[in-house]
């Protein structure tokens, strides 16, 4: 099991020409941000990630970041939030680690208002490197819906690499499956 307790509570922040954009470990203090990203965005969220990770009342969002901290201290996951301004800009997390093979699963989600600004890409990065200089992982899934071009664009982007199509495979529907591996 590799120890997530030890990973930073901050990644190097997003500079942008506005503000700049911290990436923060998920706990208590963000629920009320949380749930406002969630509300804005469930409707792109949902019919991939379901609502457990998007979580659109208040009460969901506290359920989901007691749920995010107790997967931490198994060693299933970790989870980031993009910070700016006292707003949540999105999710980015590192989950399904497997220790004994060292590789995992990455994924994100973006409100729609911060789409189309890079910082999916960068929140990507951030979390490749923590996972392959920290956490020791030599392999990062990603699974993609064939039709977002937006998901697949960030995965080209983080360097990773087409591997196949997988029929039914996220909540009974097909899946892109992209990997970056260390070098």
């Given at each position: 099991?590799?120890?997530?307790?030890?990973?930073?509570?901050r990644?190097?922040?997003?500079?942008?020409?506005?503000?700049?954009?911290?990436?923060?470990?998920?706990?208590?203090?963000?629920?009320?941000?949380?749930?406002?990203?969630?509300?804005?965005?469930?409707?792109?969220?949902?019919?991939?990630?379901?609502?457990?990770?998007?979580?659109?009342?208040?009460?969901?969002?506290?359920?989901?970041?007691?749920?995010?901290?107790?997967?931490?201290?198994?060693?299933?996951?970790?989870?980031?939030?993009?910070?700016?301004?006292?707003?949540?800009?999105?999710?980015?997390?590192?989950?399904?680690?497997?220790?004994?093979?060292?590789?995992?699963?990455?994924?994100?989600?973006?409100?729609?208002?911060?789409?189309?600004?890079?910082?999916?890409?960068?929140?990507?990065?951030a979390?490749?490197?923590?996972a392959?200089?920290?956490?020791?992982?030599?392999?990062?899934?990603?699974?993609?819906?064939?039709?977002?071009?937006?998901?697949?664009?960030?995965?080209?982007?983080?360097?990773?690499?087409?591997?196949?199509?997988?029929?039914?495979?996220?909540?009974?529907?097909?899946?892109?499956?992209?990997?970056?591996?260390?070098?």
């Open positions: 099991m590799i120890d997530l307790s030890t990973l930073p509570s990644l190097p922040a997003i500079a942008t020409t506005a503000s700049p954009i911290s990436i923060e470990r998920i706990s208590e203090k963000h629920a009320e941000m949380l749930c406002e990203a969630a509300q804005l965005s469930i409707n792109h969220v949902r019919p991939w990630m379901g609502t457990a990770l998007c979580p659109v009342t208040l009460p969901q969002a506290r359920q989901c970041i007691a749920t995010l901290k107790a997967q931490r201290d198994s060693g299933y996951g970790i989870t980031y939030l993009l910070v700016m301004d006292g707003k949540c800009l999105g999710m980015g997390f590192i989950n399904y680690i497997h220790p004994l093979h060292g590789n995992a699963n990455l994924g994100f989600w973006i409100r729609p208002e911060a789409c189309g600004q890079g910082v999916a890409v960068q929140l990507s990065q979390l490749k490197k923590l392959f200089t920290q956490m020791n992982l030599h392999r990062l899934e990603l699974l993609i819906e064939p039709n977002n071009k937006a998901s697949l664009r960030v995965a080209e982007k983080l360097g990773a690499e087409k591997e196949g199509f997988l029929r039914k495979r996220v909540s009974g529907r097909n899946a892109l499956l992209y990997a970056v591996t260390t070098e």
